[in-house]
Nanobody, 125 residues
């Protein structure tokens, strides 16, 4: 699975930024795509942000993302988006796109089958 993220960069505190992730893989009704993030230089594992199911567009969010993040998909473009508003300095991270086609699972670290290379988001204070 090849996933390519774009849209990262510098954003001011309380600003908004939209990330995109294009998939070159075939999608299935069981496909879920979403976003994780990892703070640069820190050993903590990747943190789940949000995910969306390809069939039906069902979404689920990390508690820290609810209210600030909207995930969406364009099935014709095989692309998933993350719109995050009111970004804070602690949102500075490398944002990774991930996917799975496994049935009856959520998109968690355990079930991810493909990863993008990551895109860095820096939030200026």
């Amino acid at each position: 699975v090849q996933l390519v993220e774009s849209g990262g960069g510098l954003v001011q505190t309380e600003g908004s930024l939209r990330l995109s992730c294009a998939s070159s893989a075939r999608t299935f009704s069981s496909t879920k795509m979403g976003w994780f993030r990892q703070s640069p230089g820190k050993a903590r594992e990747r943190e789940f942000v949000a995910a969306i199911s390809w069939r039906g567009g069902f979404t689920y969010y990390a508690a820290s993302a609810k209210g600030r993040v909207t995930i969406s998909r364009d099935t014709e473009k095989n692309t998933v988006y993350q719109q995050m508003n009111s970004r804070k300095p602690e949102d500075r991270a490398i944002y990774y796109c991930a996917s799975t086609a496994q049935i009856n699972v959520r998109l968690t670290l355990e079930y991810c089958e493909g990863w993008g290379q990551g895109t860095l988001v820096t939030v200026s204070s």
